[in-house]
């Protein structure tokens, strides 16, 4: 099997698990490959001689096209080529002026001979039948995952996918198969099955431990000042509680216990570095509450304990720069500090929180509000516990006063009304506005200097501006996160667990998160490192940051890890794989059952009778030598998982003639191509029963309203609109703060979910390129200045909105700032974006040996710049085609924002359209050039749908049938629907 994935020649894998070459028929439908040729050497090659190829030939290629490489074999490749050719002949474009020019009857007489020769090989069949497609990095992990039930991402070693000339990486043409690959499928495989198949004998090991916090929780605190270093605040011993549990389950296990007692080398007293053996006997030296990351939060504390818990304040991102106040981490990150976590396998956080019942804290120059007639109550001596009586119930704004004059420099004021805590710096006296119940409430104020004379607390009236921003505050609710890695000197190194969830409740509630160990970073130390912080990871909870308005703080109360996470013992992992059977254990029938039953899975349809007499013959091999039943089927179920039957996606033909995909190999395209994984068991089940092409329309509604589809639309528009681009221009942080990694990685998902969003709800394609709604989150509403638009968290919604310089992908920052150098923006590469991926009319590649513009021209006008460059040999045929799509597009700067300056947008497109701004070339993409639009999006997803480059003929097919969903306005779930219809999906 090696020898023949290493071997690079072309080949299928037949149901019998043997290589069947692939055979390459050639028709020529009707008119013989000598007589086009003859035709060509008679009529076609004399002209090219005397009239193109002085111009066009390999050491002179003006505009970048050869045409001593034409032949007339008419190949499918050249015969975009061939219509360029003809068309410039006919128009009378080429020869140039200044040469010499055939006469009116060699000109006929070429076009005839080149019309005849294109009608010819476009009648020709494609070239292919059947086809086998390796599967891409990302979908053979997403198998392996779902068909495993393994969390766990452990295809880290595979090599990225090459990249086709389409932008995809499906594309057979492009997906070679390197022997490192092999290798690493041959490791892979060993490892996923090594951590799926246990010891059922064996009790596992469990480790399970929960953190209790809240102001003087721990009765009996460790009596050492704990040791944890740079730009770390520890909590107080006393504020935090480390309990090892021993949890119920329904089978025998072995609780793990941390190590407690430790001896040390060198460590750290705050920032000093403390070196001289030191021994240690404490929980606390294994496991320790922090909060680590940039001081100085902006408003009130970041962090603050109080009898209840931990109350968090949103963690501001840093900047993701290093040497700044962010570097040590996010402004507030609250961690769970620990020397031991299990090695492998699922874990499971649970979190014990609330949405805290918060005030707003006023800004600095915030004045008192307050009506003639409001209900004003005065407290003084407010430093020792004083009781007041709200009799009417309402929001209510604190002032504090002092009692001379108020403090030149602000004051750090802790305010407490029963058992609700307030803290932040006190600018002037309107301190707070919170909600109040009637009826007796206890008040303290204490400041760190001069003592509070009075506070006084003054009813606003619900229609004031302070109340109604109380109320959008109050009405906010915290987004817990929980995140996973280890510490460094310099910060930390955390992924998040899971998604963020929401927080709505005052009450505390749990919240579940889960994931695999193995896909977080971990620490590479060696064993007994003698350091006092080496090797330490770390669990973080924090309330996550999205726009910087003001949000109700999270209070935590607990935090309770479980790993391994076993439901089961063995677990679901190995059951799959040792199903349940009426056969004895260690059978050889059993053995037999347990390899069909996977190998049936992993092939995506039944074994043939030679697959399945092959797998077992290995099975019985292996038991036959060893002896051990599970090491057999181990090592046998390695040879499923390296087989070409599980890596490659094969559509096997009979004949030499197009043929209608089997239900199997349906069920398996269409899988790969709307989830990137594998078919579920219903799409496998209507295979079964040949029900799949009857249900063929159900079964697409249903795939793209699944979760999966978005497996889907993150590799295909992220590939289509070239996404990658984005992930790795750098921008300049000092011209653009604001595009900080928290922002760019929104950003970076919204053309994903915006085109997703068209799909599921069948939107008309003119969406695409203008509409007059957008698809965000708060982050990247706030980043477009349209924060108050949205409440979601990190959730895309649909807003509307009345700006025309927002609305489809043309104007979305994530695409624009990739195609710039983060400094400034670059109408060539947004014009050559836009021809390739929006209108498909890419332009040639650039040719080779193009001089570079004179430096001293950076203050030239960008129009003067992109003349000049044009005017230069072999640049002027690609730049009509790309600078006038680009020009409108200089109205946005390099960080994708409009530009409010004026910038001149007009441009004269290639059709010779006149447009005046970044509005009219969207008007005029989404009237005049829909159909273009649409067949460019056919296209691209098409060549995705079935993972190749499409021939000329298939091409044409989609230009002239798209027409057909025009009077229903391109609908894109129908564009989609009428590729999965169309022969080119269904026909191997």
């Not at 025998?252 to 920032?271: A, C, D, K, L, V």
């Not at 969830?501 to 889960?514: A, G, M, N, P, R």
């Not at 799959?576 to 004895?584: A, E, Q, T, V």
Request: hydrophobic share 35%.
């Amino acid at each position: 099997m090696r020898s023949l994935l290493n071997c690079g020649t072309s080949f299928v894998i037949g149901w019998s698990g043997q290589a069947i070459p692939v055979a390459i028929f050639l028709f020529t439908g009707g008119i013989s490959v000598a007589a086009s040729r003859d035709s060509f050497e008679q009529e076609v090659r004399p002209f090219l001689q005397n009239y193109c190829l002085k111009c066009h030939n390999d050491e002179v290629a003006e505009s970048g096209i050869r045409l001593d490489q034409l032949n007339g074999t008419f190949e499918q490749q050249r015969l975009r080529l061939w219509e360029g050719l003809r068309k410039q002949i006919t128009n009378r474009k080429m020869p140039p002026e200044d040469a010499s020019q055939p006469t009116t009857s060699e000109r006929d007489s070429v076009l005839t001979a080149i019309d005849e020769a294109i009608r010819h090989a476009r009648s020709r069949p494609d070239e292919f039948n059947g086809s086998v497609r390796r599967l891409t990095v990302i979908q053979y992990q997403n198998t392996l995952r779902d068909l495993l039930r393994l969390r766990e991402n452990i295809t880290a070693s595979l090599p990225a996918d090459a990249v086709s000339k389409d932008g995809f990486t499906n594309n057979v043409q492009s997906m070679l198969l390197s022997p490192l690959q092999v290798e690493s499928y041959l490791s892979i495989a060993r490892n996923a099955l090594n951590l799926c198949i246990v010891d059922e004998d064996k009790k596992p090991v469990i480790q399970t431990f929960r953190m209790d916090l809240g102001k003087g929780i721990n009765s009996d605190p460790y009596p050492d000042q704990l040791i944890l270093g740079a730009n770390s605040s520890l909590l107080e011993n006393s504020d935090f509680e480390v309990i090892e549990l021993n949890p119920l389950k329904p089978f025998p296990f072995e609780p793990f216990q941390m190590q407690t007692r430790f001896r040390f080398i060198e460590g750290y007293q705050g920032n000093d570095t403390v070196r001289g053996w030191r021994d240690y006997d404490s929980i606390y030296h294994a496991v320790f509450a922090c909060v680590r990351g940039a001081d100085g939060y902006p408003k009130g504390k970041a962090w603050e304990t109080i009898p209840s818990g931990l109350l968090l304040r949103p963690s501001i991102p840093g900047q993701g720069l290093f040497g700044v106040d962010s570097t040590y981490g996010p402004k507030a990150n609250f961690k769970v500090s620990l020397r031991e976590l299990p090695a492998h396998g699922n874990f499971r956080v649970t979190v014990t929180a609330a949405k805290y019942n918060d005030g707003l804290l006023l800004d600095a120059g915030e004045t008192s509000h307050s009506e003639p007639g409001a209900d004003r109550l005065t407290i003084s001596e407010p430093e020792i516990n004083r009781s007041v009586n709200i009799k009417r119930p309402g929001i209510y704004q604190a002032e504090i006063f002092f009692r001379d004059t108020q403090p030149l420099e602000p004051v750090h004021l802790n305010l407490t009304i029963d058992d609700r805590w307030f803290s932040g710096l006190l600018y002037q006296p309107a301190f707070v506005v919170l909600r109040l119940p009637a009826g007796v409430i206890d008040i303290i104020a204490q400041t760190d200097g001069r003592s509070p004379s009075q506070v006084v607390l003054t009813k606003l009236a619900d229609h004031s501006e302070l109340a109604q921003r109380f109320t959008a505050f109050e009405h906010r609710s915290p987004r817990m996160g929980v995140h996973v890695g280890l510490r460094r000197d310099c910060g930390s190194t955390l992924a998040p667990a899971g998604v963020a969830q929401t927080v709505t409740s005052t009450e505390l509630s749990e919240f579940v998160f889960e994931d695999a160990i193995n896909n977080f970073p971990s620490p590479e130390v060696e064993k007994d490192n003698v350091n006092y912080l080496a090797g330490l990871r770390e669990i973080s909870v924090r309330s996550e940051y999205t726009d910087g308005r003001d949000i109700p703080r999270l209070l935590i109360r607990s935090i309770h890890f479980e790993g391994p996470l076993f439901e089961t013992w063995p677990p679901e992992h190995h059951r799959r794989i040792f199903i349940n059977s009426d056969h004895p254990t260690e059978s050889a029938e059993y053995a037999d059952e347990i390899i069909r039953s996977f190998a049936t899975k992993a092939f995506r349809r039944p074994l043939t009778a030679d697959e399945k007499a092959s797998f077992y013959d290995i099975w019985q091999k292996f038991f036959n030598t060893t002896g051990s039943f599970t090491h057999s089927v181990r090592n046998t179920l390695g040879a499923v998982l390296t087989s070409p039957q599980f890596l490659f996606l094969v559509e096997r033909s009979e004949t030499p003639d197009p043929e209608p995909l089997d239900e199997w190999e349906l069920a398996s395209k269409l899988s790969y191509f709307l989830w990137n994984t594998a078919p579920d068991e219903q799409l496998l089940g209507l295979a079964a029963t040949n029900q799949l092409y009857e249900q063929l329309d159900a079964q697409i509604d249903r795939m793209v309203s699944d979760r999966q589809f978005s497996q889907c639309m993150e590799q295909f528009v992220s590939q289509w609109l070239d996404l990658s681009r984005f992930d790795v221009v750098e921008i300049d942080h000092l011209q653009f703060p604001e595009l900080t990694p928290h922002v760019r990685s929104q950003l970076r998902k919204e053309p994903v979910n915006f085109v997703q969003h068209l799909i599921r709800a069948n939107l008309p394609l003119r969406n695409l390129v203008r509409s007059d709604f957008a698809l965000a989150n708060e982050v990247v509403a706030a980043y477009y200045g349209l924060g108050d638009s949205v409440e979601s968290g990190f959730d895309f919604v649909v807003f509307e909105h009345d700006d025309s310089n927002l609305g489809g992908v043309l104007t979305q920052a994530g695409i624009l700032a990739g195609l710039s150098n983060g400094r400034e923006s670059n109408p060539v590469k947004r014009g050559a974006w836009l021809a390739r991926r929006i209108i498909a009319e890419p332009p040639a590649d650039p040719p080779p040996n193009v001089p570079a513009l004179p430096e001293d021209q950076s203050q030239m006008p960008l129009r003067e710049k992109l003349k000049r460059h044009r005017d230069q040999e072999g640049c002027v045929g690609c730049h009509i085609k790309i600078d006038p799509w680009g020009l409108p597009l200089e109205q946005y700067d390099a960080g994708g924002l409009f530009r409010h300056d004026i910038v001149d947008g007009q441009s004269t497109l290639p059709d010779g359209t006149t447009v005046v701004d970044m509005v009219g070339l969207k008007s005029y993409l989404a009237v005049d050039r829909i159909d273009q639009v649409a067949f460019s999006f056919l296209k691209h997803v098409a060549g995705y749908a079935v993972g190749r480059s499409l021939t000329y003929n298939e091409i044409e097919f989609l230009r002239k049938h798209a027409l057909e969903l025009k009077p229903q306005e391109y609908r894109m779930l129908d564009m989609l629907r009428f590729v999965i219809r169309s022969d080119l999906f269904l026909m191997k």
